[in-house]
């Protein structure tokens, strides 16, 4: 089965920081592009961090991130081990929301949009508080 389990919300204060973890099982990591996405309460799910390829099978990962999370958040991946990172960091009130992972066959900068996306995780609460 497909699993994705997303885990490390919490709750922290104003600039603060917080390390979430996107464990992965069931189907073949390397060929999916892994993002992660944020939901807060009256809006709609948005991207905030991804990692891909530019093409099929390729080896080349970049980094994509939403405007608002530039240089406070990074993405990594560990393929040996089927695991992304969201490092958080400078965490903002607004930064509040339930955080998912989700795996797609996505390529390039679209890994950063909901679209094609084929897997999801059960999400995790963060919450920074004043």
């Known amino acids: 089965d497909v699993q994705l389990q997303a885990s490390g919300g919490g709750l922290v204060q104003t600039g603060g920081y917080l390390r979430l973890s996107c464990a992965a099982s069931g189907f073949r990591f390397d060929d999916f592009a892994i993002g992660w996405f944020r939901q807060a309460p009256g809006k709609e799910r948005e991207g905030v961090a991804c990692i891909s390829t530019n093409e099929v099978h390729g080896e080349d990962y970049k980094t994509y991130y939403a405007d608002s999370v530039k240089g406070r958040f990074t993405i990594s991946s560990d393929n040996a081990k089927s695991t992304v990172i969201l490092q958080m960091n400078s965490l903002k009130r607004e930064d509040t929301a339930v955080y998912y992972c989700?795996?797609?066959?996505?390529?390039?900068?679209?890994?950063?949009?909901?679209?094609?996306?084929?897997?999801w995780g059960q999400g995790t609460q963060v919450t920074v508080s004043s």
């Open positions: 989700a795996a797609g066959r996505v390529l390039g900068r679209g890994c950063i949009y909901r679209e094609g996306h084929d897997y």
